[in-house]
Structure formats: C-alpha cells, structure tokens
C-alpha cells in the first residue's frame, strides 16, 4: 500500500456516523479569522469520514482519493458550509447530499455535450415578444417575492444580502468593479466576498424555484420555466 492510503488508512468513520457540532458550523458561515479556522477545523474533521464514505458507494479507492481532494477544495472555500442550515437536519446528511452532488457534476463533465435542439413550444427557446407583457409582470412579482424572501433569510445588514443587493441588484453592480474592490467595500477578503455572493444567491435560488415549482409538473418544465424567468428579468417589469 502507497504511503497515500495509508494516510487514508482502511478504517475510520464514514459520514453518517459523524456528530454535527453547529457551534463550530456556525461560526465556520462567519466572514472573519475565526470563521476561517473554524471552517479550517472542519475540513480536518471530515476529511477521512468523507474518503471513507466514498468507498462504501463502490468507488475504487484511487477515484476517491482525488474525489476527496477535489470536494474539499469546495469545503476550504466555504461554499460547501455556506447553505448548512440546523433547521433542516443533521449536518452529516447534508454534507452527504452535497458529496453526491458533486459526484453526478463530476460524471456529467466527464461527458461530452452536444447542443440540444430546442423543441417546439420549448420555454427556453422562445423570445420575448411585446405580447408576453403578462409573462414578464408575473415573472417580476415573483422575482420581488423571492429577493424580499433573501431578505428576511439573511438579514437585511448581512454580508451575504447586501453584498447579493448591490453587487446583482443595483445598477452599481453593473460597473466594472474587481471581486478585490467589492471585498474592500465591505471590509472582507475577495474569498469571503465569493462564499457571502454565492450564499445569497443561492439562497434566491431556492426561493424562485420553490415559487415557480407551483405552476410546473415535472423538471423538465420548471427548467424551462427558470429559463423564461430569467430572460424576462432580464427585461424588467412591465412599464
């Protein structure tokens, strides 16, 4: 056996064995030092659990060894921990999704894509026309519905929703500002910067699907349906 694997070594936790300790999760979603180490404290912490559990979905232990490396690369930028919530269940289940999730994105690069033929009908085929006046006024409403949701999870002097406000909202977000300069205007690191916009817009995210999911009856449609979404944001509300 390599040196590697012993490192790995053949025995260990794997995640669902493993104690959520939200105190230190908590503080790991805060944008300073101490969030740092925190977030630093638990990559130390699931780094082997994570391995571990790699191998038991039948993965041959070189892929998981670089799946490991590749996952936690995420852990360390604080994407992963950004969208933890205690609410929603043990820690362990989430970071077990999220394991899984990179997965499928992993085999799905691996993938060469061809261009889909848009089909007729298809929502993410159309263009705007002055006729879906209708489209774009319900589109914005529930744009304004999920930004005031971000709003309210967040809260509204947090990092992550003014940062989301400013830089994806506000026509000052349009400027040609560095990642760097937008790190300074709010007194963070251009990491810390990332991990808060992605938060947020993540959190957006799951607010407009959740509000669209009502109208669609399988994914297919409620991609198509973001699509739409998007194209008529994009547009602004009705005058």
Same mark, same amino acid.
């Given at each position: 056996?390599?040196?590697?694997?012993?490192?790995?070594?053949?025995?260990?936790?794997?995640?669902?064995?493993? $104690? $959520?300790?939200?105190?230190?999760? #908590? $503080?790991?979603?805060?944008?300073?030092?101490?969030?740092?180490?925190?977030?630093?404290? @638990?990559?130390?912490?699931?780094?082997?659990?994570?391995?571990?559990?790699?191998?038991?979905? *039948?993965?041959?232990?070189?892929?998981?060894?670089?799946? %490991?490396?590749?996952? %936690?690369?995420?852990?360390?930028?604080? +994407? /992963?921990?950004?969208?933890?919530?205690?609410?929603?269940?043990?820690?362990?289940? +989430? @970071?077990?999704?999220?394991?899984?999730?990179?997965?499928?994105?992993?085999?799905?690069?691996?993938? /060469?894509?061809?261009?889909?033929?848009?089909?007729?009908?298809?929502?993410?085929?159309? !263009?705007?026309?002055?006729?879906?006046? @209708?489209? #774009?006024?319900? &589109?914005?409403?529930?744009?304004?519905?999920?930004?005031?949701?971000? *709003?309210?999870?967040?809260?509204?002097? $947090? /990092?992550?929703? #003014?940062?989301?406000?400013?830089?994806? @909202? !506000?026509?000052?977000?349009?400027?040609?500002?560095?990642? =760097?300069?937008?790190?300074? %205007?709010?007194?963070?690191?251009?990491?810390?910067?990332?991990?808060?916009?992605?938060? &947020?817009?993540?959190?957006?995210? *799951? !607010?407009?699907?959740?509000?669209?999911?009502? %109208?669609?009856?399988?994914?297919?449609?409620?991609?198509?349906?973001?699509?739409?979404?998007? #194209?008529?944001?994009?547009?602004?509300?009705? =005058?």
């Amino acid at each position: 056996m390599s040196d590697i694997h012993e490192w790995f070594g053949r025995s260990g936790p794997v995640l669902k064995n493993m $104690s $959520s300790h939200w105190h230190v999760i #908590r $503080s790991a979603q805060q944008f300073n030092e101490e969030g740092r180490a925190a977030l630093m404290a @638990l990559v130390e912490r699931y780094y082997r659990p994570i391995y571990r559990t790699l191998l038991t979905w *039948e993965i041959d232990r070189e892929e998981a060894i670089e799946l %490991t490396h590749r996952f %936690t690369a995420d852990f360390c930028d604080g +994407y /992963v921990v950004a969208m933890a919530n205690q609410d929603r269940g043990q820690f362990r289940d +989430y @970071l077990a999704a999220c394991l899984r999730n990179f997965i499928r994105k992993e085999r799905r690069a691996e993938k /060469v894509r061809r261009p889909r033929p848009v089909a007729e009908g298809d929502l993410c085929g159309r !263009e705007l026309r002055p006729e879906d006046g @209708l489209d #774009r006024q319900m &589109a914005w409403e529930t744009f304004t519905q999920a930004r005031k949701q971000v *709003e309210a999870r967040l809260g509204s002097e $947090s /990092v992550p929703w #003014r940062a989301f406000h400013l830089h994806d @909202l !506000e026509p000052e977000g349009r400027l040609n500002k560095t990642l =760097a300069e937008w790190g300074d %205007t709010f007194g963070v690191s251009t990491k810390q910067f990332e991990r808060a916009l992605y938060r &947020a817009r993540q959190v957006f995210k *799951e !607010e407009a699907c959740r509000l669209l999911a009502d %109208t669609v009856a399988t994914e297919t449609q409620l991609d198509a349906e973001i699509a739409w979404f998007v #194209r008529c944001i994009h547009q602004g509300p009705v =005058a």
